[in-house]
């Protein structure tokens, strides 16, 4: 559990940490002043779990800066990724779908700054705050989307195309642009990508030093980078 140093709040956070994101956009800077003001603020190193699969949802989330790894623990004690959130995303809104425990783990997957608020206000963002709402919605609602698509993936694909699809999504959600290609814009290993694709260590190693020596990826250093986009997708949709 947080220790009352590290959940301490900030002074004075600046309302432009929220206008531009889109639960708040809608809002005024009093009502942003008022919901900063009942917010905790808490950097996270990396490898850090911000909240744990099973426990009280007891508050939920708004990621600053970093990205997060959501987790989840088979029956029989596998870790498997279940999806990757960038910075600007609500998480550990357990109540948006009537649990009150928090259905995954959410990880640090770089040093990362998240706001926190009370479970117990939830209720009274949804009604008091215009967009607050209809924005979490759709970002459940995408989530579920890239949920059901990673099944059928899952149940239809080699996994070649799998591990080809996941490497597209991640950076058409996090990539940025560097010399001789798109980079994965947080450090990710070989085993996160067989988690999140559900297959081997090897069969991943494997894939990626065939594409490495043709060109279409680099991989070193807990980082990936696609310098052959247009490769991957045909691979993912052969």
Not at 32 to 46: E, F, P, V
Not at 209 to 225: A, C, F, M, P
Request: contains cysteine; hydrophobic residues 40%.
């Amino acid at each position: 559990m947080d220790d009352l140093h590290s959940r301490k709040t900030l002074p004075r956070l600046d309302e432009s940490l929220l206008t531009h994101l889109p639960p708040f956009s809608k809002l005024d800077k009093r009502q942003i002043r008022t919901i900063l003001d009942q917010a905790t603020s808490r950097r996270y190193d990396a490898g850090i779990a911000i909240f744990e699969e099973g426990h009280d949802a007891d508050r939920f989330y708004m990621l600053l800066d970093g990205y997060v790894r959501v987790v989840r623990i088979t029956p029989t004690g596998e870790q498997v990724t279940a999806l990757h959130i960038p910075a600007g995303q609500l998480l550990g809104i357990a109540r948006a779908i009537g649990r009150d425990t928090y259905p995954a783990t959410a990880m640090t997957a770089t040093e990362s700054i998240a706001l926190s608020w009370p479970t117990r206000l939830w209720d009274s963002f949804v009604q008091g705050y215009d967009g607050f709402a209809t924005v979490t919605y759709k970002t459940l609602g995408h989530r579920v989307g890239e949920m059901n698509t990673r099944i059928v993936e899952l149940a239809t694909q080699q996994v070649e195309q799998r591990v080809a699809n996941a490497l597209l999504r991640l950076i058409n959600q996090t990539g940025r642009k560097v010399e001789g290609g798109i980079e994965i814009d947080f450090p990710i290993t070989r085993q996160d990508l067989s988690e999140l694709t559900a297959t081997t260590l090897h069969t991943v190693s494997r894939l990626l030093s065939g594409w490495e020596k043709q060109g279409i990826v680099e991989s070193k250093r807990k980082r990936i980078k696609v310098c052959d986009p247009h490769a991957l997708v045909i691979i993912s949709q052969v």
